[in-house]
């Protein structure tokens, strides 16, 4: 079983429409977690950090359930920019760093 | 803004050569980090660095080692490149447990 498993889609949604996102992970000493976007053939970029209490910014809105395991990532009102490939990711920290695992991605395509 | 800087986008070189990939970030951040990006494979950790002549294996080293000589550069050696060793390299750095932020890569062709 994967450390962080996500669901690869692809989503196809049309302009406008609601659009959430699944993560789990499976260890339970996991500390800290991120949304990160990535674009075709460009590198990953940070979208949002999600925190405990669920935290909003925009149209984005992250949320995190440790006792299940799994954050989300919920997009309100699509925009045709927002197609990309959606990492969720989740940090543990060892005696020395922060260790990220990702997961594969989830792939979100909105048409007009 | 931090910046992340990969000396090479594009590169493309033979079965059995030694290949350097470089990483330079201008943040002071401790942790450094080198991925390898494959379709259906996700990013995969290959090495870490949290500190200066400090590394850390990751999930698939085969193959591979690391130089931190300086606080600011991390090096990735492919010590004889092979065809299985083509794939886009991703670095990044970040201070502790935080975020990380990434270089735009550097895409590896071994022929």
């Known amino acids: 079983r994967k450390e962080v498993e996500q669901d690869p889609g692809p989503f196809n949604v049309p302009e406008g429409a609601t659009v959430a996102f699944n993560c789990t992970y499976s260890?339970?000493?996991?500390?800290?977690f991120f949304w990160y976007r990535q674009d075709c053939r460009k590198e990953p970029k940070l979208l949002m950090s999600?925190?405990?209490s669920g935290n909003e910014d925009g149209r984005f809105t992250a949320q995190l359930n440790r006792a299940s395991q799994y954050i989300s990532l919920l997009i309100r009102d699509s925009k045709l920019s927002d197609s990309a490939t959606y990492l969720c990711?989740?940090?543990?920290?060892?005696?020395?760093?922060?260790?990220?695992?990702f997961g594969d991605g989830t792939t979100l395509t909105v048409k007009p | 803004d931090v910046k992340v800087t990969q000396s090479s986008r594009y590169l493309v070189k033979r079965t059995g050569e030694k290949v350097f990939l470089e990483c330079v970030q201008d943040?002071?951040?401790?942790?450094m980090f080198w991925y390898r990006q494959d379709p259906g494979l996700g990013l995969r950790l290959i090495y870490f660095?949290?500190?200066?002549?400090?590394?850390e294996k990751g999930d698939i080293p085969e193959g591979y080692s690391v130089s931190r000589e300086k606080k600011e550069r991390f090096s990735l050696i492919l010590e004889s490149a092979s065809t299985n060793q083509t794939s886009m390299y991703l670095c990044?750095?970040?201070?502790?447990?935080?975020?990380?932020?990434f270089g735009n890569g550097t895409r590896l062709t071994v022929t």
């Open positions: 990044a750095s970040s201070p502790l447990s935080s975020p990380l932020h």
């Open positions: 260890n339970s000493a996991s500390q800290s």
């Open positions: 999600v925190y405990s």
């Open positions: 990711v989740v940090n543990m920290r060892n005696t020395n760093a922060g260790k990220s695992t």
């Open positions: 943040m002071d951040h401790e942790n």
């Open positions: 660095s949290y500190d200066v002549k400090m590394k």
